[in-house]
Nanobody, 118 residues
Framework: QVQLVESGGGLVQAGGSLRLSCVAS????????MGWYRQAPGSQRELVAT???????TYGDSAKGRFTISRDNAKNTVYLQMNSLKPEDTAVYYC????????????WGQGTQVTVSS
């Protein structure tokens, strides 16, 4: 089992910034991918960004150019720096951890609310 604890969400005005953090603990396999997904009311969960333990990056279309994902392997922590936030970025942001070699090991955090006011 892997436990994920997110922090850093909140209310921000359009154009502002937030930094999300997610700490993983438990039975962590070193070769993994961590990432962020988001879900707005009435919408499906969508990819924001992922980063592997080898620092390979993937960004969803909504994040390109405004969001930056990073990680600290020693701390089992992933970060999401969000700049130039827009009201359409309002959603619950979920942290995810996957074992690259065993897709059964796929865990989610409880989510953190990000609200961007216009």
């Amino acid at each position: 089992q892997v436990q994920l604890v997110e922090s850093g969400g909140g209310l921000v005005q359009a154009g502002g910034s937030l930094r999300l953090s997610c700490v993983a603990s438990g039975n962590i396999f070193s070769i993994n991918v961590m990432g962020w997904y988001r879900q707005a009311p009435g919408s499906q969960r969508e990819l924001v960004a992922t980063i592997t333990s080898g620092f390979a990056l993937t960004y969803g279309d909504s994040a390109k150019g405004r969001f930056t994902i990073s990680r600290d392997n020693a701390k089992n922590t992933v970060y999401l720096q969000m700049n130039s936030l827009k009201p359409e970025d309002t959603a619950v942001y979920y942290c995810n951890w996957k074992n690259i070699y065993d897709t059964r090991q796929d865990y989610w955090g409880q989510g953190t609310q990000v609200t961007v006011s216009s």
